[in-house]
C-alpha cells in the first residue's frame, strides 16, 4: 500500500468537495471508494483546509442533531487546480520510470538499457514536477474583507 502524502490527500479531499459539499462521514466513504483511508485522518486534514480558507463550513439539521457541511472555496479551487498540474506532471514520470523498469526488467541488464535521452527527460520531469508540488504546497491567501482576524 502507498502511503498519501498531504499535498496529494488534500486534492483528493478538495476534489470531492468540488462535485459537491459533504459531511465529515460521508466524505470519507466516498474517499474510502477509492483509496483507504480513515476519519482520523481526514478530519484533521478538513479542520487545516478550513484553516487555511480552502474549506467553509455550514451546520444542516438531521435526525434532531446538526450536521457540519463542508464547502470549497475560491481558494480552494485554485489550490486544487495547481494540485491537479502537479500530479499529472508527477504521474507522467513515475509513469515513465515504471516503464523504463519493465523494459529493464524484460529485456537487457539496468546498466545497459539506461538510455541517456530517458534519463535527462526524467531529470526534466522530476525537477518541473519538485517545483510544481512546492508551489502548490506553498498556496497563500489574503484576507477576504469581511474575514475577522484569528
Not at 479551487?77 to 509513469?95: A, C, E, M, P, Y
Not at 517545483?131 to 484569528?150: F, I, M, N, W, Y
Amino acid at each position: 500500500m502507498f502511503q498519501l502524502g498531504s499535498a496529494l490527500l488534500d486534492g483528493c479531499v478538495l476534489a470531492v468537495l468540488a462535485r459537491k459539499d459533504a459531511y465529515g462521514y460521508s466524505l470519507t466513504q466516498d474517499i474510502k471508494q477509492v483509496i483507504p483511508v480513515s476519519e482520523s485522518t481526514l478530519y484533521p486534514v478538513l479542520r487545516r483546509l478550513q484553516k487555511e480558507n480552502m474549506l467553509t463550513t455550514y451546520d444542516q439539521p438531521h435526525s434532531g442533531r446538526n450536521r457540519r457541511y463542508y464547502r470549497i472555496t475560491d481558494d480552494g479551487h485554485r489550490h486544487l487546480r495547481n494540485i491537479h498540474t502537479s500530479w499529472g506532471t508527477f504521474k507522467q514520470g513515475v509513469d515513465t520510470l515504471l516503464a523504463l523498469n519493465a523494459e529493464d526488467t524484460a529485456t537487457a541488464p539496468a546498466a545497459e538499457v539506461a538510455d541517456e535521452k530517458a534519463q535527462e527527460q526524467m531529470e526534466r520531469i522530476k525537477k518541473k514536477a519538485g517545483e510544481k508540488l512546492a508551489d502548490a504546497s506553498t498556496v497563500t491567501t489574503e484576507p477576504q474583507e469581511g474575514d475577522q482576524a484569528s
